[in-house]
Structure formats: C-alpha cells, structure tokens
C-alpha cells in the first residue's frame, strides 16, 4: 500500500508559478512510476507529466512542455511539480498518482492516488 499526500497548492495570479510535493508513504518509492494528474471543473482528467522510478526519463504532455517539470527525490520519496507561467486555464485540482508501470499513468490509471491539492490561477 502507498499513500501520497500532496501540498503545495493555492490561489496564484496568471504568470506566476508554484511547485507542487507529493510525498508517498513506504520504502520502495523508487519501484514506482510517478506523475500528476489534473482534472477542472466540468473536464476530464489530464496528464500533467509522469517520471519513471529512477527520475531519469519524464514525459509530459505538449500543452505543458516548457512550462511544467516533473522531478523526484528518491530519497526523500518525494514527487515535484514546478509549473512557471501560470495561465488560468491551468486552475484545477491536482492529483499525484503512483503506479507500478509508467504506462499507467500514462492512461490515468495509477495504482494509487493522493487527495489533490487545489491550485486557482486568477487572471
């Protein structure tokens, strides 16, 4: 079992930028494949970006390349999310996810999910 709590959330005005931190629970963090996930009000879920247990290799989605980055502290079983040019388009709750096969996250469908933090961009 892996829980992930996220932080890191909150109201930011467009242009500004704010990191995101998921920290999992249990000792095989690195085992796992790790991402972030965002759903809006009234949309389906997205990808934000994913990164494989070793952090070597990350991919994100080409709305957020160049603006998003995916990172990990494997020794501190911890996922970030640095997002830079806010855009109100971008509000959303942001969900960590977990997965034993990048590809999961890929599809969204991780093994496991944290509660989502809130972040509002304001124009």
């Known amino acids: 079992q892996v829980q992930l709590v996220e932080s890191g959330g909150g109201l930011v005005q467009a242009g500004d930028s704010l990191r995101l931190s998921c920290v999992a629970s249990?000792?095989?963090?690195?085992?796992?494949?790790m991402g972030w996930i965002r759903q809006a009000p009234g949309k389906e879920r997205e990808l934000v970006g994913a990164?494989?247990?070793?952090?070597?290799?990350?991919y994100s989605p080409y709305p957020m390349k160049g603006r998003f980055t995916i990172s990990r502290d494997n020794a501190k079983n911890t996922v970030y999310l640095q997002m830079n040019s806010l855009k109100p388009e971008d509000t959303a709750v942001y969900y960590c996810a977990a997965a034993k096969s990048l590809q999961n996250i890929v599809i969204l469908t991780p093994d496991y999910w944290g509660q989502g933090t809130q972040v509002t961009v304001s124009s």
């Open positions: 249990g000792r095989t963090f690195n085992n796992y494949a």
């Open positions: 990164t494989i247990g070793s952090g070597k290799s990350t």
